[in-house]
């Protein structure tokens, strides 16, 4: 019997670090092809699929606003980036064999559909994974803050946030070997510990609309699949009034 999902409608935040697999810079096709066939098998369980790529492989605005570009240009620049992702993550994702649309706040119509709410919706309707691009269009915000918006105008049931790590931790795992990892953690206790699952824009906006959110690990396979199925991994956020545990 195939696996049940648990959810109808989710969206899905990508980094664009997280394309980049191994290497230093840019898109490794290996990682690219992984994340294609991820989503491709997650929308074939019948599962409404929206996307929200990151640009950081290939641009950081942040780091060339210090170098002296203004940042509202080099934001602008980074919006392109994440363009480039989105086009590549559609052709791997339909050589998997599912139907994809890209839209973009910023129209570029020879490849991309300008972000319409209303056919972003009647493309999920019909079975076709939609990656949005572009971030929301303006400067000064990021692609977290994209996600939560599109995740929220959307109706999804769930955000995910597909990271590098396997969670949400008390602490830096890295520098500190006793960190413990969140199984769930309030809205409330992530803002108050400053845990930075997302950036606090972003945040206060799933907050503000009692937006579910997973974070997760991308690079392990089948996570996406487990996160949709109702499997607890990852880090759960969950609403004030509901109990803050640690994994096991």
């Given amino acids: 019997m195939p696996p049940q999902p648990a959810f109808k409608r989710i969206l899905i935040k990508i980094s664009g670090e997280a394309l980049m697999g191994s290497q230093s810079y840019g898109i490794s096709q290996d990682m690219l092809s992984t994340v294609a066939s991820e989503i491709a098998e997650t929308a ?10 990151g640009g950081g492989n290939i641009w950081r605005g942040a780091q060339q606003e210090q170098g002296g570009m203004d940042r509202a240009s080099a934001d602008y620049v980074g919006m392109l980036a994440t363009v480039m ?27 991309a559909e300008p972000y ?16 949005f691009g572009a971030g929301t269009g303006n400067p000064f915000f990021t692609t977290d803050t994209a996600a939560s918006l599109r995740a929220v105008e959307i109706g999804a049931e769930i955000l995910l946030m597909a990271k590098n ?28 510990r400053n845990l930075k699952v997302m950036d606090g824009t972003a945040f206060a906006l799933c907050r503000d609309n009692e937006m579910r959110i997973v974070v997760f690990e991308l690079a392990t396979h ?24 640690f994994a096991q």
Avoid: F, M, W
């Avoid at 074939?44 to 790529?53: E, N, Y």
């Avoid at 649309?101 to 119509?109: E, F, K, L, M, Y």
């Fill in 44 to 53: 074939k369980l019948g599962v409404q699929v929206a996307v929200v790529v």
């Fill in 222 to 245: 089948g996570n996406i699949q487990r996160v949709v199925c109702g499997e607890s991994i990852g880090t759960t956020i969950v609403r004030d009034n509901q109990e803050t545990r």
């Fill in 116 to 131: 319409i709410r209303r056919r972003a919706i009647r493309h999920l309707e019909k079975g076709r994974v939609v990656i």
């Fill in 165 to 192: 790590i396997d969670g949400v931790y008390d602490k830096d795992p890295k520098k500190h070997p006793d960190a413990r990892r969140y199984a769930t953690v309030s809205y409330a206790e992530a803002l108050q």
């Fill in 85 to 111: 992702n989105a086009v590549s993550l559609q052709s791997a994702i339909e050589r998997a064999g599912v139907v994809t649309r890209v839209q973009t706040a910023i129209p570029i119509s020879q490849i």
